[in-house]
């Protein structure tokens, strides 16, 4: 009876799991031309959460984060080209770099959030999901502290460092 008992209460948490799960993807939804992998709120919210791949979506979503949309590799698509509160939140390796360095060419990144170290946003908990994101920091302070240079710099910015290195030459 034991046995019984044991087995139907990991039974019932494993059956709320796979129910949840299903209910989550079938919540996600394609948005804009370019038919990105997004959550159901994309389309209304004042702020979106920009992710690597549909997975990363996916886990979001289970984490009960629901405005994010998936670029999908590094050729980053005009439906995440808009005017609103942007998040990236990419994974803690080269590729999670690679596709910040392309966004903050294409489009305004407002703020930046990162999964740890060698892990991926789709492997993470929704504990280690919500801390991520609260860790964010803004976008032109990422730049800055990863020595990442925009092509917003403005002339006379430009024109101030060649001066500069020049009186520093003589």
Do not use: W
Request: proline share 3%; glycine share 6%; charged share 35%.
């Amino acid at each position: 009876l034991n046995e019984l008992i044991k087995q139907s209460k990991g039974s019932s948490f494993d059956l709320t799991d796979s129910v949840r799960q299903s209910v989550q993807v079938e919540e996600i939804t394609t948005y804009g031309k370019d038919r990105c992998p997004a959550g159901p709120n994309v389309k209304d919210s004042e702020a979106i959460i920009i992710v690597e791949g549909r997975s990363d979506v996916l886990n979001l979503l289970k984490a009960g984060i629901k405005n994010a949309i998936a670029v999908e590799g590094a050729n980053i698509p005009k439906t995440v080209q808009d005017e609103r509160v942007a998040t990236a939140f990419v994974d803690g390796d080269r590729g999670g770099e690679l596709i910040l360095r392309e966004l903050f060419q294409v489009a305004e990144v407002d703020f930046v959030a990162r999964a740890p170290r060698a892990h991926e946003v789709e492997e993470l908990t929704a504990k280690q999901i919500i801390k991520c994101l609260r860790n964010k920091v803004p976008g032109d302070q990422y730049m800055e502290m990863n020595g990442l240079v925009t092509e917003q710099r403005s002339l006379d910015e430009i024109e101030e460092e060649e001066d500069r290195e020049e009186r520093h030459e003589r």
